[in-house]
């Protein structure tokens, strides 16, 4: 265990740079929000130098300081930009109300081992800002749309009024439109009765194939395997042409049995990899003492290879599911009218007729894949606690 060193008081001309510097960061966004960034840059960096030499330099009790230039930053924002710059301004507040003394006080580095140079300190904040700018720009368009969900105009921008966090800019009527339009409502009734049904078949012959090629005496296992995970690798374009080809000549083209076999061929490749996955830390004693106890083949994976398999077995199929249910582009060649699923409406909203209903369907959507992500890390974890009692 590293040796805790007494935290170090830092000089001004450390802490009034890298306060400058994330001054000149957040001063860039509001300048540009107000038509001049540079402008911005200089007045948020001269800003939080100032400020950052006035905090190391009055003994002021911390926490009023704090509360009182949060209080300073949300009437100047409320002022400049109503209620969203009051919310934007507490919150720059709160930050550089902390964020010099933090440097100032040196404990930035508490919880470091004390053997880091200054390069090694500088990185370890750096490498968890360039993260956190990553995962930022990685959800940025989930959280742009969704508040324009609630949009009260037909429009695809925020009005006004939204941005002024006025309430007559917000409303429920795209909700609305989509629960009570019948194309939305047979879209998805078409995607509620197609997914289950592809899922089912997908984790059926995916858990079977996975468990047959975990055995080491199956001949040609990683072409076996290359082949059943194509799908996940050959661009989905060519799937469905190659589809369509094929149930064109046999007869499923256009009918909701092969729109089926389509999205559980899509789907059986994650089965695959999720369940391999989990019968890697799986003790095959289990299944011999089964056999020695009497026990047939089937007796024996349902009662005792399925329990400690489920986990993986439930994220594959979750998988598959929002494969099915997220699919538009194998659909569009192997299905018909009659089987329009939701993506594939989303996708003709976007085409013939722009409609604010698409932001409420992806909202919806975006919800719905936020729950079942939830449910496949519980999963995971299950996974792994009952991984670590098998004995090796």
């Known amino acids: 265990m590293p040796t805790v060193l007494p935290l170090k ?22 300048g540009t929000a107000q038509g001049s ?7 948020g960096g001269a800003l939080m130098a100032g400020l950052a030499y006035g905090l190391m330099t009055l003994e002021l009790p911390r926490r009023a300081t704090r509360w009182g230039i949060a209080a300073v930053f949300a009437l100047i924002g409320l002022m400049v930009g109503g209620v969203m710059g009051l919310i934007v301004g507490t919150a720059f507040g709160a930050f550089f109300g902390w964020f010099p003394l933090w440097l ?15 390069g090694e300190v500088l990185w370890h904040y750096a490498f968890r800002v360039i993260c956190g700018m990553i995962f930022f720009f990685l959800i940025a368009p989930i959280v742009v749309v969704m508040p324009l969900s609630f949009n009260a105009e037909n429009f695809f921008t925020f009005t006004p009024e939204m941005l002024r966090l006025d309430p007559a800019g917000y409303s429920m009527q795209h909700y609305e439109d989509f629960f009570q339009s019948g ?16 899922t089912l078949l997908a984790v059926s012959f995916g858990t079977l194939a996975a468990i047959g090629l975990s055995s080491e005496h199956v001949p040609f296992r990683q072409a076996i395997m290359a082949i059943l995970i194509s799908p996940m690798i050959v661009p989905l374009i060519i799937s469905a042409a190659g589809m369509y080809f094929f149930y064109s000549r046999i007869g499923l083209q256009g009918t909701y049995l092969g729109v089926v076999l389509a999205h559980a061929a899509l789907g059986i490749p994650f089965v695959i990899i999720t369940v391999t996955a989990t019968l890697v830390g799986f003790d095959r004693s289990l299944t011999r003492a089964a056999a020695n106890m009497g026990a047939n083949p089937v007796t024996t994976f349902f009662r005792v290879q399925m329990p400690l398999i489920l986990p993986g077995v439930i994220s594959g199929g979750l998988f598959a599911f929002i494969t099915s249910f997220d699919e538009v582009v194998v659909v569009l060649f192997v299905g018909s009218a009659s089987q329009k699923t939701l993506p594939w409406q989303m996708f003709i909203g976007l ?10 369907v992806a909202t919806i ?5 936020i729950a079942l992500l939830t449910t496949l890390e519980l999963l995971r974890r299950r996974s792994e606690k009952l991984r670590g009692m098998s004995p090796g």
């Open 9 to 30: 008081k830092q000089p001004f001309s450390f802490v009034g740079p890298v306060s400058a510097a994330a001054g000149a960061f957040a001063g860039l966004f509001v």
């Open 37 to 43: 960034g540079l402008l911005g840059i200089l007045l």
């Open 104 to 118: 100032a006080d040196g404990r930035y580095r508490a919880g470091l081992p004390p053997y880091l140079t200054a």
């Open 183 to 198: 194309d939305w409502q047979a879209a998805l009734r078409n995607s509620l009765t197609i997914a289950p049904v592809a």
């Open 351 to 360: 085409r013939e007729q722009i409609s604010p209903t698409i932001l409420a």
């Open 365 to 369: 959507l975006v919800c719905l894949s």
